[in-house]
């Protein structure tokens, strides 16, 4: 958003001069204040240029107030919805759980505002395709979901060699994800809607193409898991063209957290290096440290989405 100041007394003969466009801030409005919201409230206010934090809403309201301090000019707004109707506010950031995202983003929608939601955009299907609706009524774009997959440079590369079509074209795709453990709260839907999403997410933005079929099996249990949890899953996409994709979810793996993509073509592979940032070599063996969780994982791909939404 930006505005051109002009200045209105100019002495007779002297030229007009151009002034530089003052840039006004994007106020944004954040609901859900847990680790992602408090980590996107930092990415936009200390690295994203023209973002500002101007009022959060969390159920647990101490937790709201807590990170409304540490802003610049933040306040608390007694509920997400007052978030969203605050006239002080441009954009909203909806980073609360997965259940309550459907009712935020159609009021942003309702409201006119951009709304960045994290994933999942909603957790059914008939939501997801309220939303959709929704938008495609309002004949704009409003919704942006947190798929950072898309942002991050390894796949960003993955990709590139994908689309040079240097290989031949796409016949399977293998992705992997493994978090080494989740929160007691998680459950067995969550391993397709907060989990599986993004390597969903990723198959149809690789093959640029739609998912026409799904199968889902549920191998022997992990007994680390606990409960009844269906860990691992093994899922299978079928593209409309006939590129099978397996995707591998393990949620209590235990060793770290280890995101894995290769795409096979017909004349070759392209698969995204071994997760870790450095390689040891002691004591007879080879190795490195993984990643503990997607936090360190992604960071650079959190930044740069918030920056391109
Ligand atoms: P979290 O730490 O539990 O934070 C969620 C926050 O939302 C909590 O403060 C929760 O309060 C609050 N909340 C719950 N219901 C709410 C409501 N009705 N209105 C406002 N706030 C509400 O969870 P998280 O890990 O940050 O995850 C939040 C979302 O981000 C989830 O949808 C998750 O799937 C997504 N996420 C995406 C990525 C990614 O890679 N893109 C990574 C992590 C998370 P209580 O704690 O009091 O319930």
Not at 5 to 22: M, N, Y
Not at 36 to 63: F, P, Q, Y
Not at 130 to 158: C, F, H, K, N, W
Not at 205 to 222: G, H, Q, Y
Request: aromatic share 6%; hydrophobic share 40%.
């Amino acid at each position: 958003m930006t505005s051109a100041t002009t200045s209105r007394t100019r002495p007779a003969g002297v030229p007009a001069q151009r002034s530089s466009p003052k840039v006004a801030s994007l106020r944004i409005g954040l609901i859900g204040t847990g680790r992602i919201g408090t980590d996107h409230i930092r990415r936009l206010t200390e690295l994203t240029a023209g973002a500002e934090v101007v009022a959060v809403s969390d159920v647990d309201t101490d937790r709201a107030r807590e990170v409304a301090g540490g802003l610049a000019s933040g306040r608390v707004t007694a509920g997400a919805h007052e978030l969203i109707a605050d006239d002080d506010v441009d954009a909203v950031v909806v980073s609360s759980w997965g259940p309550t995202h459907e009712e935020y983003v159609l009021a942003c929608i309702a409201a006119g505002k951009p709304v960045f939601c994290e994933k999942p955009l909603a957790t059914t299907q008939d939501a997801c395709r309220r939303i959709v609706e929704a938008e495609v009524a309002a004949a704009r774009r409003y919704v942006q979901v947190g798929y950072m997959r898309r942002y991050d440079p390894s796949y960003r590369t993955l990709k590139a060699v994908v689309d040079s079509g240097e290989i031949g074209a796409p016949l399977l795709v293998h992705s992997g994800h493994r978090n080494a453990s989740v929160p007691g709260h998680y459950t067995g839907a969550m391993t397709i809607t907060d989990t599986a999403v993004h390597d969903f997410d990723v198959a149809r933005w690789l093959l640029d193409e739609e998912i026409a079929a799904v199968t889902v099996l549920t191998p022997k249990r992990n007994r680390g898991g606990g409960g009844d949890l269906p860990d691992p899953l093994l899922i299978l996409l079928e593209s409309e063209s006939g590129v099978l994709v397996d995707v591998e979810v393990s949620v209590n793996i235990r060793y770290g957290y280890d995101i894995r993509g290769a795409v096979v073509r017909e004349t070759g592979t392209v698969s995204l290096a071994d997760g870790v940032p450095v390689v040891v070599r002691s004591g007879g063996r080879v190795g490195g440290p993984l990643h503990k969780d997607w936090q360190p994982r992604f960071a650079e791909a959190y930044d740069a989405e918030l920056r391109d939404w």
